[in-house]
């Protein structure tokens, strides 16, 4: 698969060819992009995300030798394959001495076309592939404290050529389940952290680009940095202002503009044992309270967030070792509560730990209705099943059954086992299939009829569930 393309030739007619020869081709191109000249092209790969070029050489305002230079210079280059009328050798070491990786002389046909794109398929798998790899070192790189100097300096080292920025800053969020449009090449790059802290590196420059894509989640930012040594620290600074905005419900705290308060540490304890006394007496809204009072505490900054999370994951611990033997298989649903950031914020936190109290109180009790909520899940995966053809999120899904929409996000994946995006894709490919065997429509009509709008996205999405394209489903089954 090819995320974008870009088709630089001053013959339209050559454009056009090749355009119908990736409609054809099993190697997935999801956006093409066309101009006629290295000066337009250079204006495109300014502007958007461009994975693989292909491109002529004598073309009028810029040609192309001059269009690679000026790209590598400004380490702009993406894949680049020329495809020429000139068998010039000159010309070919030219090219390849700055970067551009096949050429190709013309006429244009399907096999020599093909060939590029298989190339370009396999050498992108492998370059995101290889980053994705480097990432997770970064990511376990800001996690833990018991790595060496030497094993910093060989993951930064690493990650510098995917880095590339002057000057950069570290956002800190919760992302949730969509995070494609986190990452932007050569401006920002979205990083998976752990317990739901995760990570955007960024060029300053493009700093209130991605503001504006997280600004309904609550996210700390860092003070920009220089040097990717400094990315451990620059995560920490982001992190800690994450905490902040959960804390307050603050969308955006940026350290540089923040102001740490002292927290009054010695409540804590007084806390954990008078909590742990009123479990042991089987007094969990007494419990409750007492965790109020100090969630209060720290709005107000009276209080630090960990020492909340601390004293959070005691109660909850507790009460589950004590009751375990009436309480049964709950470790997961223990594990997804003590995953605080996995919630925007600590309003949203605290709901959703009051409904686990409530709930916990009555099993112990012996009298444990989960009525109510079956019966609103049952209602969910009834209205997903009669309207995936529609644009269907979880927002809409939960305002269907009266539901707030972070209580639906966890709820629904305890109920169905997994996420709501993945059930509603595996409905909608589900349904797909059943078009490609039953029925004579054809794939874009296939598309729309299961809700996607656009039919590469979901060619992409089919590919990813079943391994096959549409068309090599249908025809090894019919």
Known sequence: MIRTLLIVDDEKKDIDKIKKIIDSSEIVVEKIFECSNGKEAIDIINENDIDVMFTDVVMPDLNGIAMVKKLKEEDKL????????????????????????????KPINKRKIEKLLAYCSDEMQKFYKTRKSVFQRVSYMMFYDNISPNEVESICDDAKPYLNFNEYIVFCLSAGEDTEDYTKEDKYYFIKGEEFLDMIICDVKY???VVNKIKNLYVGISTPFTNVLDLKQAFCEAMEMRKTAFMISEHIVDFSEFNQPVFEYEYGAKLMMHTANLICSNKMNEALKQLEIFMQGVKNHKYSIDEFQEQVRIIITTAMNIYKSMLGNKENEVKEILD???????DEYMEVLRQWVDRFDELVNNDADEHMTIKKMNDAVEYIKA???????????????????SLFSYTFKRYVGTNFVNY????????????????DMKVHEISKAVGYEHEKHFMKTFKNITGLTPSQYRKNLT
Do not use: W
Not at 100 to 105: A, L, M, R
Not at 340 to 346: E, T
Not at 426 to 439: C, F, M, Q, Y
């Open 78 to 105: 993406p894949l680049t394959c020329v495809i020429s009328e000139h068998e010039d050798f000159e010309f070919a070491v030219d090219l390849f001495t700055n970067g551009v990786k096949q050429y190709v002389v």
């Open 207 to 209: 700093k209130d680009e």
């Open 340 to 346: 605080m950031y996995r919630f925007q914020n600590l």
């Open 387 to 405: 309207n995936y053809s529609k644009d269907l999120n979880m927002a809409v899904v939960s305002n269907h059954i009266s539901m707030n929409y």
């Open 424 to 439: 509603l894709k595996n409905i909608r490919i589900g349904e797909a299939k059943k078009l490609l065997v039953e029925t």
